[in-house]
């Protein structure tokens, strides 16, 4: 069992930037790829970035390439995610997730997922 937390979230003005965290419980935390969700009120989940296991492969959806960096720190057993040049379209909840998806942009094969932090983008 992989216990995740996230924290960084908040409220921002437009063009500013967050680093949100995601904390995991278990000594596996290596062995498996880590992923950033997020879900914006009326919409469906969608991928933002992906982390191999090993940190050598990341992967963006075109919406925050650019903009997000994603890393981790597996001594530390966290994921990362910078978020610069914020926009007010990127409101939403942010949900880090772990396992070995077939696809990393897919819901699909990610075991364990947070609860999610509330980041909120003002224009």
């Known amino acids: 069992q992989v216990h995740l937390v996230e924290s960084g979230g908040g409220l921002v003005q437009a063009g500013g930037s967050l680093r949100l965290s995601c904390a995991a419980s278990a000594r596996t935390f290596s062995s498996d790829a880590m992923g950033w969700f997020r879900q914006a009120p009326g919409k469906e989940r969608e991928f933002v970035a992906a982390?191999?296991?090993?940190?050598?492969?990341?992967s963006y959806a075109d919406v925050v390439k650019g903009r997000f960096t994603i890393s981790r720190d597996n001594a530390k057993r966290t994921v990362y995610l910078q978020m610069n040049g914020l926009k007010p379209e990127d409101t939403a909840v942010y949900s880090c997730a772990a396992g070995a998806p077939p696809n990393y942009r897919h819901i699909f094969g990610y075991d364990y997922w947070g609860q999610g932090t509330q980041v909120t983008v003002s224009s």
């Open positions: 982390i191999a296991r090993s940190g050598d492969i990341t």
